[in-house]
């Protein structure tokens, strides 16, 4: 299969084979019938234009609708306006000037004419629409490509809405379950006195229970933290003590991860794209797992020695992803095996391959997919160039669900397991979760320094904001949870629409808008849970503001550690 930004076959065939077998039964049961009533071909093919084109837009209208239904934030109706504007908007361009042509001339043509010429209905409307579809996925697929790259191009730096994705009732009762029970036996009054806010309380306790979800999930992986998700040297340690490997994309990484006695052996490279000096030090330094994705990447190791394991990265479309990395990283099955060809002839040894579903893609049959499409790929390499590969990096994107129920692991592993399992014995297979080791591990404790109202809507600001802990609003569209520390007292309170505004002085520092939250005063505390990832390493000092303390807590029993329960360290 071929995906990516090359727009291989399967990209095609997954996206518009459903629409073009629904197209195609209501077109010949539109002709057959109409000419069964009529007698007239004239009609018949304009009965089968007018039946394809139900048939065919029923089944993409709702591909598309689900398309953007998931990507699109806000309340039911929000979402609802937005998902339509956007399919109707990228459906225009992609089928609007191919179904124009098509309609009023090619295809009644082609379902006229081919008839006559061949002398049979049937058979001459099948060649008719034959011939029709060319012309139409031409124009179509042109259409899709120019779509998109406008869609980029209007969507550059804009700002990711914050306006919120619903949080039902369920949900927050949740979630306030989930933050009394990480709070048992912590006096919050007396850290906030000692260390001030805001303040991120890290339960390394979480991670160390993430970790060992996974590895009974599927555990003949190797797992690689991510390390770029949150690069706190507790979490490090604590993974590093559990056996765990690491992920690392910079010098940087490798720094960190080393000062923590992890071996080479155990670290990955997997940034696709690094200068030649990067490749040199990490060499030196005993890595020897790369990830290339371009000619250019894999001459940088034309002078590297033999030894080196490069994964050529593959790149599988999913647009439902929160971050779809295929848009910048990764290369089709035809361009790998371009890839392996150059490879082959530079004296270079590749490994294996590497592919990234996307962060928070709430999709097993995406995991799926890919996994088998990649495996699939593996093996007509093998027998077209009579070698064998050794490793493959099946990545990230485990979702995490803030304010939505998201598959969880277990979900995802007894999908891909199947395929994976059988293949453990001669393959090492690699994994890269970032996010979902991390992100329930913390908790994000912020204070309201101000409330006024403004037209219609009260405004509580605090201490906390994009700038800081709340990076991934900006950054990622992640929506939060907030609640009130009252809340936890587990009383039922009335919720009133509220707008969170960031302590800085630029006016897109706003958390949340709308959102519902008691009657809050200056002074009050916030908490929001599931904010390890992808936050604090992406806070920044912006208008002077520190970003918040880290605490950590519930260290694991680590040697060279005293008490493993203690509030240990802050950061």
């Known amino acids: 299969m071929s995906a990516g930004n090359a727009r291989g076959v399967g990209f095609w065939i997954r996206r518009y084979l459903p629409s073009e077998i629904a197209g195609t039964a209501t077109a010949l049961a539109a002709a057959a019938i109409s000419y069964r009533l009529s007698g007239s071909l004239f009609v018949a093919a304009i009965a089968g234009t007018i039946g394809e084109n139900l048939g065919f837009y029923g089944v993409a209208g709702a591909r598309n609708f689900a398309e953007q239904w998931r990507i699109s934030r806000g309340d039911p109706g929000t979402r609802r306006r937005s998902a339509i504007a956007r399919t109707a908007w990228l459906s225009a361009i992609e089928f609007g000037p191919a179904e124009l042509i098509d309609t009023l001339a090619v295809r009644p043509l082609l379902l006229w004419l081919a008839p006559l010429l061949i002398g049979l209905p049937a058979a001459g409307w099948i060649a008719g629409k034959i011939g029709a579809d060319l012309v139409f996925y031409g124009i179509a697929g042109f259409g899709y490509v120019l779509g998109r790259r406008w869609d980029d191009a209007r969507n550059q730096g804009a700002m990711p809405p914050v306006d919120d994705t619903v949080l039902t009732p369920q949900v927050r009762a949740r979630r306030i379950d989930t933050i009394r029970r990480s709070l048992e036996g912590i006096d919050l009054d007396s850290l906030v006195t000692t260390h001030g806010s805001p303040l991120m309380l890290l339960d390394l306790g979480a991670v160390a229970s993430q970790y060992d979800r996974l590895r009974t999930a599927l555990p003949f992986v190797h797992w690689h933290y991510a390390v770029k998700a949150l690069s706190h040297p507790d979490v490090i340690e604590t993974i590093a003590s559990l056996g765990g490997?690491?992920?690392?994309?910079?010098?940087?990484?490798?720094?960190?991860?080393?000062?923590?006695?992890?071996?080479?052996?155990?670290?990955?490279?997997?940034?696709?794209?690094?200068s030649a000096t990067e490749i040199t030090r990490a060499y030196v330094l005993g890595i020897r797992t790369f990830v290339i994705d371009s000619a250019g990447e894999l001459a940088k190791f034309r002078h590297v020695p033999a030894n080196v394991n490069l994964l050529i990265r593959l790149s599988y479309e999913n647009p439902e992803a929160k971050s779809d990395l295929s848009s910048k990283f990764g290369v089709s099955a035809?361009?790998?095996?371009?890839?392996?060809?150059?490879?082959?002839?530079?004296?270079?040894?590749?490994a294996g391959f590497s592919f990234h579903v996307g962060s928070q893609l709430d999709s097993v049959a995406a995991f799926a997919r890919a996994t088998a499409d990649t495996l699939e790929l593996m093996d007509r390499l093998e027998r077209q160039w009579n070698i064998g590969f050794t490793t493959l990096d099946i990545g990230g994107g485990f979702p995490v669900g803030y304010r939505t129920d998201v598959v969880g692991i277990e979900q995802i592993a007894a999908a891909i397991r199947p395929l994976l399992e059988p293949r453990s014995s001669r393959l090492r297979i690699l994994a890269e979760p970032g996010r979902v080791l991390v992100a329930e591990a913390a908790t994000v404790v912020s204070r309201v320094t101000g409330v006024r109202e403004r037209g219609s809507e009260t405004w509580c600001f605090i201490d906390d904001g994009v700038y800081g802990s709340y990076s991934n609003v900006m950054a990622e569209g992640v929506h939060p949870v907030i609640v009130a520390r009252s809340e936890l007292a587990g009383t039922p309170v009335e919720?009133?629409?509220?707008?969170?505004?960031?302590?800085?002085?630029?006016?897109?520092?706003?958390?949340?808008?709308?959102?519902?939250?008691?009657?809050?005063?200056?002074?009050?505390?916030?908490?929001?849970?599931?904010?390890?990832?992808?936050?604090?390493?992406?806070?920044?000092?912006?208008?002077?503001r520190r970003p918040a303390k880290v605490i950590v807590r519930n260290r694991p029993a680590i040697p060279g550690h005293s008490d493993p329960a203690l509030l240990a360290s802050t950061h």
Do not use: W
């Not at 992920?247 to 696709?272: F, K, M, N, Y």
């Not at 939250?517 to 936050?535: H, N, V």
């Open 245 to 274: 490997s690491f992920d690392v994309a910079s010098d940087g990484e490798i720094d960190l991860v080393a000062g923590h006695r992890v071996g080479p052996d155990r670290i990955i490279h997997t940034q696709p794209v690094k």
């Open 334 to 350: 035809v361009e790998a095996e371009v890839l392996l060809s150059l490879a082959i002839a530079q004296g270079s040894r590749i």
């Open 495 to 544: 919720l009133r629409s509220t707008t969170l505004g960031g302590p800085t002085c630029d006016s897109v520092d706003v958390v949340a808008r709308h959102y519902p939250l008691p009657r809050l005063q200056e002074g009050d505390l916030l908490l929001s849970p599931a904010m390890g990832a992808y936050t604090a390493v992406t806070a920044t000092t912006f208008n002077g």
